[in-house]
């Protein structure tokens, strides 16, 4: 089993930055991809991005694409989401979840289901 940890979360104002970091720990064998996904209150879990552990495929969200950015470091056994220009819509308790099975397609990754293990979460509250 995979540990994530996840970290950088806070509140800032409306059109502000914030950086989220995952780190894996425990029994890292392979990995293939890594994901964030957010819950708002009262609403579902969504997908925000996410990236292959080669960093050749990356995916994003209509509603975060030109704002987040997705980046891995396999040295580290780390993901981050650096977010710029942040609106009150991306208030939401982020998750960090991660994928060690290779999949037929990358795209696929933009599915909770097909995550292993998922971290805690860390909230991101941003004020109008």
């Known amino acids: 089993q995979v540990q994530l940890l996840e970290s950088g ?7 502000g930055s914030l950086r989220l970091s995952c780190a894996a720990s425990g029994n890292i064998f392979s990995t293939y991809g890594w994901g964030w996904f ?9 997908f925000v991005a996410a990236i292959t552990k080669s960093g050749d495929s ?6 975060v694409k030109g704002r987040f950015t997705i980046s891995g470091d396999n040295a580290k056994n780390a993901v ?14 982020y998750y960090c979840a991660y994928r ?3 999949l037929s397609l990358s ?9 292993n ?5 860390t909230q991101v509250t941003v004020s109008s």
């Open 80 to 93: 981050y989401l650096q977010m710029n220009r942040l609106k009150s819509e991306d208030t939401a308790v």
């Open 100 to 102: 060690s099975a290779a």
């Open 9 to 15: 979360g806070g509140l800032v104002q409306a059109g």
């Open 58 to 63: 990356t995916y994003y969200a209509d509603s």
């Open 117 to 121: 293990d998922w971290g805690q979460g």
């Open 38 to 46: 957010r819950q708002a209150p009262g609403k579902e879990r969504e």
């Open 107 to 115: 795209t696929l990754l933009k599915y909770d289901y097909y995550y």
